[in-house]
Structure formats: structure tokens, C-alpha cells
């Protein structure tokens, strides 16, 4: 008895790779990914649910935490709620945010596997490296921000006095310690901006660190527009994490120009309206001999005349 084995055929991703897929087979495969995508967002958005309270009182702690916060009849720490359902949309918002997180393994592999066989190979080992570079900044920015939250509520609600009473708006409070978080994140993530440039080879590391003047300005006037509060403290924190992150990325490039022998071309340390050195001992050249001629030359006069033509080459008589 015998058994015939199938021959298993190329992938979709094999086969998008070698540019064999159609227009429509991409469409179909964009199709796929995006389903799974959505069905992994809809699975962690039942567990965001689940654990949108305890994230909503996590949130809140910065604020709990200071005394300003507490009821004088109870000691508890409570929020205004203006609308009936504020709670309850907010609930359904931390849940999604929470799902994407959840989530974002698979709805990211989705996103790469769609991307990928348009890429050469070494632009998926740099894909690669930020990748797992942009997580850990994002999350060390999260935390930058939960701390300045903390020291700007702080301030914010020692300036308003003891004779005022402070009761914040649930869902205007959360989406401003979220917000927050979203900033300080994505602006954790300039680094990578900075690696991109000089790996692709658009800004050499001797570049990048000439532009470090501009670049601490810049840093020092994004930190004081995100931060929430007038005072220094967190203006600094935000803008010194930023300068280090900054200055530790051009560390990274000068590694990179050095691994690659950038810097070390013929024409590197001059400039673009500089004449290059020749760096070769020019030779005096002599006058050759004189060449004299075997025959004289007869004198146009002496030329004789070509024979007449006795025939032209169109007449076909």
C-alpha cells in the first residue's frame, strides 16, 4: 500500500516576497491580516474590561495620594462624575486602550508579516532592533510622566489655597494623566529618529553631535509646552531625560560610522567648495622633435581637377 505525500506549495509570504502574488491576492492577504488583527483586539478588549477599574484606580492614585484629595467627612478619595454614563464610557475606553496593549503582540506580527516581504534584509534587522528598542522607551516615558503627574498635582493643588474646594471631573482627570503618558512616550521614542538618520546614512555621528546646541533648545522648549505645571522640576526632568537619551544615540552612530569606515573616504574632510590636493610630484614635460616632411607638398594650383561625371544617379535614361 502506498502513500502519496502532497508537495507543500510557497506561502503567501514566500510568495509576496519573490513579487509572484497579484494585485487581488494582496488585497485578499491584507484582508486576512487585518481580521486576525481585529479578532486579537476584540479577545483583549474583554480582558481591558476586566481590568478597567483596577487601571482607572491606578490612575488615580497620583491624585489620591495628596490630601487635598480626601473628603473631610468620609477620608475617601472621590471623583465628580457631570454625566450618568461618564463612567461607563470611560470604562469602555481603558478597556480598548488596555485590549491594544494586550493585543499588540499579535495585531503587530500581523502588521509586520504584511510589511515584511517588501523589505530587503538588512531593513528588517534594523526593523528588528527598534522594535524591541521603542518598547522599553515608550514604557520608561510612561514613567517619567506618572512621576511629573504626581509632583505637578502637587503644586497645582497647593497654589489654589485651603479656603477653595477641589473636586476633579472623572473622565476630564484620566484623559489628562493619559495624555500625558502619550507625550512623554512618544517623546522617548526621538532616539530612534536619530539612529534611523545615521543608519540610513543621512547624518553622519560627526553631524548629529554638531547639532547638539539645537537640539537641547528644542528638547527644553517641548518639555516646557507638555509638562502641566509652571514650575522647573518637571520641565528639567523631561528635558534632561531627553538630552541623555539624545547624546547616547549619537554614542550609538559613532560605533556605527566606525563599524562601516565612514569618516576614512578620499574626499571626507574636504568640503563640498574646496579644491582637493593633488598628491603627486607633476613631471616637466620637453618639446618633442620636429618632424619634417618626406615629400613636398604641392601647391593647390598644381592639384588637378576631378574628371567630369558623365552620368548622375537619378538619371534613368
Known sequence: ????????????????????????????????????????????????????????????????????????????????????????LLNLKIGLWVGLIIAAPIWLYQLWAFIAPGLHRHERRYAYVFTALAAPLFAAGALLAFFVTTKGLEFLLNVSGDEIATNLEVTRYISFVTNLILLFGVAFEFPLIVLMLNFVGIASAKRLLGWWRTAVFVFFAFAAVVTPTPDPFGMTALALCLCLLYFAAVGVAFLNDKRKGRGKEVYA??????????????????????????????APEQVPAPAPIDRRYDDMT
Open 269 to 298: 574632510g574636504i568640503d563640498d567648495d574646496e579644491v582637493s590636493p593633488l598628491e603627486f610630484d607633476r613631471e616637466p614635460v620637453a618639446a618633442g622633435e620636429r618632424v619634417e616632411a618626406s615629400a613636398p607638398i604641392a
Open 1 to 88: 500500500m502506498r502513500f502519496a505525500l502532497r508537495k507543500r506549495g510557497p506561502s503567501n509570504f514566500e510568495r509576496a516576497a519573490d513579487g509572484s502574488m497579484t494585485l487581488v491576492e494582496h488585497f485578499r492577504e491584507l484582508r486576512n491580516r487585518l481580521f486576525r488583527a481585529s479578532l486579537a483586539i476584540l479577545v483583549g478588549f474583554g480582558f481591558g474590561l476586566w481590568l478597567a477599574k483596577p487601571v482607572r484606580l491606578l490612575l488615580s492614585q497620583p491624585y489620591c495620594d495628596l490630601p487635598a484629595s480626601l473628603d473631610p467627612l468620609t477620608g475617601k478619595c472621590k471623583f465628580v462624575q457631570l454625566g450618568v454614563a461618564d463612567v461607563f
